[in-house]
Antibody, heavy 122, light 109 residues
Framework: EVQLVESGGGLVKPGGSLRLSCGASGFLFSGFSMTWVRQAPGKGLEWVSSIHSTSSHISYAASVRGRFTISRDNAKHSVYLQMKSLRAEDTAVYYC???????????????WGQGTLVTVSS | NFMLTQPHSVSESPGKTVTISCTRSSGSIASNYVQWYQQRPGSAPTNVIYDDDQRPSGVPDRFSGSIDSSSNSASLTISRLRTEDEADYYCQSYDGSVVFGGGTKLTVL
């Protein structure tokens, strides 16, 4: 059974840092790209960052570029999101999700974790 | 980049059929596949339609997807509505970066 479990969320002051982790099990982790998606309270889904299976390609949303860093450790079946210079508008539930590609280069998020809440407040 | 626009909310009665639209602002809707996600209150999203019109295993055949090039939009149709279908629904596509629609709240009453 595929499982994604996020951790590391919590309350942090503006300007602070936090590192989220997502542990994966039940599939060949090193064969899949992974993504972080966030959802502010009462709002919709927002893509944050993605990392290729080999870390060869990384991308960020404009809203987090330069402040957030995505990484992965295939030996530990984990993907991480290092967040710094946090702002109130970064307050959200952060989900990690697995990317499932089709034969044409498009993909869907076929499995999601349960999410971890990050609250940025003084 | 482009935007995906969804109606904020829709409502329908149990047993009826509802369609949720997702309109692409620029570029062809057919250029990149559209995915649909269901998010029940307090839960993570789950994929209910992929590649425009494909159903993942375990998703009831009451859920179907389509695209319409004339309106440059994708649609999620749910037939024989059940109260458990009440949820937020998001469309998503990709064109160099991931784009989500704003979400549609489906009320089944």
């Amino acid at each position: 059974e595929v499982q994604l479990v996020e951790s590391g969320g919590g309350l942090v002051k503006p300007g602070g840092s936090l590192r989220l982790s997502c542990g994966a099990s039940g599939f060949l982790f090193s064969g899949f790209s992974m993504t972080w998606v966030r959802q502010a309270p009462g709002k919709g889904l927002e893509w944050v960052s993605s990392i290729h299976s080999t870390s060869s390609h990384i991308s960020y949303a404009a809203s987090v570029r330069g402040r957030f860093t995505i990484s992965r450790d295939n030996a530990k079946h984990s993907v991480y999101l290092q967040m710094k210079s946090l702002r109130a508008e970064d307050t959200a539930v952060y989900y990690c999700a697995r990317e499932k590609y089709n034969d044409y280069g498009d993909f869907r998020f076929d499995y999601w974790g349960q999410g971890t809440l990050v609250t940025v407040s003084s | 980049n482009f935007m995906l626009t969804q109606p904020h909310s829709v409502s329908e009665s149990p047993g009826k059929t509802v369609t949720i639209s997702c309109t692409r602002s620029s570029g062809s809707i057919a250029s990149n596949y559209v995915q649909w996600y269901q998010q029940r209150p307090g839960s993570a999203p789950t994929n209910v339609i992929y590649d425009d019109d494909q159903r993942p295993s375990g998703v009831p055949d009451r859920f179907s997807g389509s695209i319409d090039s004339s309106s440059n939009s994708a649609s999620l149709t749910i037939s024989r509505l059940r109260t458990e279908d009440e949820a937020d629904y998001y469309c998503q596509s990709y064109d160099g970066s991931v784009v989500f629609g704003g979400g549609t709240k489906l009320t089944v009453l």
